[in-house]
């Protein structure tokens, strides 16, 4: 079921901007999204929300936020996954610049203008601005370092290195043509519960000639505990960020730094699993993560896009899992500083 079905006022100069955002269960941060987003200053916005079956209030919050706003288009779907709410915007979305935002994130108000812009002052195909990382408890700045207009090979090492752009849809701005290809959009895998979003991105790239970056934070990234990302016991879905992966590393630039540095990355992003599986006692995960995780050792170990105290704090949790420690204190150990 749609709601305001009619397209956006094509009237203005301006190109439309489909900002496409998937909702679940975000009751308590949907309001500041939504507000960051219907008060942008680049004013030609088609939004569309995909309600994903959400539990919670957050239906009824797209609903409202449709009734005062006419460029605001929602869909209410039986609960699917974030990689089939994405499709559904993206199959109905009609904008000729397409950009995602998760419901429990929030925009500078200045974002989608200044990554026009930036798209226009410098003829590319897409644009990706920096963002402000709350996974440290204190806010971090990312993504800041100015970087000239870019083929595929350096815009995948320019959100793979360290404090980069982020391999996510968000905070990026899109060419439909990159997107679509003779009417048909590039989907998210729905397979793959988790590092679909990699996968995406990466399809689209391809096809860029041009992207273009702008060195600001502009966009506000939220995890938090309980979140699709951020579970608090291994599943059988989340073993599907190894599939993704390799989807990756088929799709990178043959470069060889660059490679070791996936490689290094993989290592570094799944390790969490490993805590996991041993943190629950999950012996047959523990040992499938651990064979899965050793070929990446030496590309982590060598990658100097490390910091000094992550590498560190992972040697102990390896350490400490080697000797059969406590789960509690491989949990603490967890917990400290990144």
């Known amino acids: 079921m749609e709601k305001n079905p009619v397209s956006a006022n094509r009237q203005s100069k ?38 994903d079956g959400s539990k919670d209030e957050s239906g009824e919050i797209c609903d409202k936020w ?59 195909d897409a644009a990706m601005c920096g963002y402000v990382d709350y996974s440290y408890g204190a806010p971090v700045e990312k993504g800041l370092f100015p970087v000239p207009p870019c083929d595929f090979t350096d815009t995948v090492y320019q959100m793979m290195r360290r404090n980069g752009y982020h391999t996510t849809p968000w905070a990026k701005l899109f060419r439909r043509a990159l997107v679509f290809k003779e009417g048909s959009p590039v989907c998210f895998d729905s397979a793959l519960a988790f590092g679909e979003d990699e996968v995406w991105l990466l399809k689209v790239l391809q096809r860029c000639e041009c992207t273009a970056f702008l060195p600001q934070a502009l966009y506000f990234w939220r995890p938090r505990a309980g979140s699709v990302s951020r579970p608090a016991i291994l599943t059988e879905k989340q073993m599907s960020i190894f599939e993704a992966k390799k989807q990756s590393l088929r799709m990178l630039p043959d470069d060889a730094a660059i490679r070791m540095l996936a490689r290094g990355r993989i290592y570094n992003d799944c390790f969490y699993l490993k805590v996991l599986a041993y943190c629950t006692g999950n012996v047959t995960a523990f040992k499938t993560v651990s064979q899965k995780l050793q070929p990446m050792w030496r590309d982590w170990i060598r990658s100097n896009d490390l910091i000094f105290l992550r590498k560190c704090k992972v040697l102990m949790m390896n350490m400490e899992m080697l000797l059969h420690m406590p789960a509690a204190l491989v949990r603490w150990t967890n917990t400290r500083t990144h």
């Not at 439309?16 to 939504?34: K, M, Q, R």
């Not at 994405?86 to 500078?108: E, K, M, P, Q």
């Open 14 to 51: 301006d190109m439309l901007v489909s900002v496409i955002v998937p909702v679940y269960n975000v009751a308590p941060y949907l309001y500041e999204c939504l507000e960051s987003v219907c008060s942008q200053t680049y004013k030609n916005l088609e939004v569309i929300l995909i309600d």
């Open 66 to 124: 449709c009734e005062k706003d006419p460029r605001i288009r929602v869909i209410h779907q039986q609960n699917t996954g974030v990689s089939c709410a994405r499709n559904a915007g993206l199959n109905i979305c009609t904008g000729d610049l397409i950009t995602f935002v998760d419901s429990d994130d929030w925009l500078d108000l200045r974002m989608i203008e200044k990554l026009v812009q930036c798209m226009r002052d410098n003829g590319a």
